[in-house]
């Protein structure tokens, strides 16, 4: 039986210019996905703890943060702050991952850990007592609107039987060229949060773009 999917739509593919707007059209996803890049951890530059301060206002959903930039520590305090339900850091960004998944708890967010595509799922096995959603990317960071890496599907199903030996209720989240076409294979392989922004907000309808993406579950 495949897991109950959660949806996740990426603001970095909505209109700014009518944020308000597009929020509304996803109220019938499982939380808001918000992608925050500095310029110098991925290539691009996109927003910070005020866009999710605006966001918190106009929506109920849980706030998913993906910090996609270098020096995490020095910001989880400031994204709870502004209100992220959940932060995910990069394994890749810090030389202390167990004190910073730490430090997202202690700010009373859930703690989420990320890994890229060249990334071993090794770099998690000893912090998964802390971890409440691990993260595989399954592009390169930096750019919306790219294609699935079709290789990442054993990385997605390694977590998901890491996740399984720990027993522990832990989420298993993929961001990058999610569609319809591709929800079912990341679903088949064990991912239960799907992050997709340009397939939902592109889209003519984004709810009804959501509920193809959750019949990924059948």
Not at 38 to 50: E, K, T
Not at 110 to 117: E, I, K, S
Not at 176 to 195: D, E, F, H, K, M
Request: charged content about 20%; cysteine-free.
């Amino acid at each position: 039986m495949l897991p109950l999917i959660k949806i996740a739509p990426s603001i970095l593919a909505a209109d700014f210019g009518h944020l308000g707007r597009d929020l509304g059209r996803i109220a019938s996803a499982d939380m808001v996905h918000i992608d925050v890049m500095d310029g110098r951890f991925v290539p691009n530059i996109s927003m910070g703890q005020p866009v999710v301060a605006a966001v918190r206002k106009y929506t109920r959903l849980p706030l998913d943060v993906h910090l996609m930039i270098v020096r995490p520590e020095d910001h989880i305090e400031a994204f709870a702050q502004a209100g992220a339900d959940g932060i995910t850091v990069h394994v890749e960004a810090t030389h202390h991952l167990h004190r910073l998944l730490g430090q997202i708890k202690s700010a009373g967010a859930r703690a989420g850990v990320a890994l890229n595509p060249a990334t071993p799922v090794s770099a998690i096995e000893n912090v998964l007592d802390l971890t409440d959603l691990v993260l595989v990317m399954t592009v390169n960071p930096g750019f919306g609107g790219q294609e699935f890496i079709p290789g990442s599907l054993r990385k997605v199903e390694a977590v998901a039987a890491m996740v399984r030996q720990v027993g522990r209720n832990i989420d298993v989240q993929v961001d990058g060229g999610i569609s319809a076409a591709t929800a079912p294979a990341v679903a088949r392989a064990g991912a239960n949060v799907l992050v997709a922004g340009s397939f939902v907000f592109g889209a003519k309808d984004p709810s009804e773009a959501i509920v193809s993406l959750r019949r990924a579950e059948g």
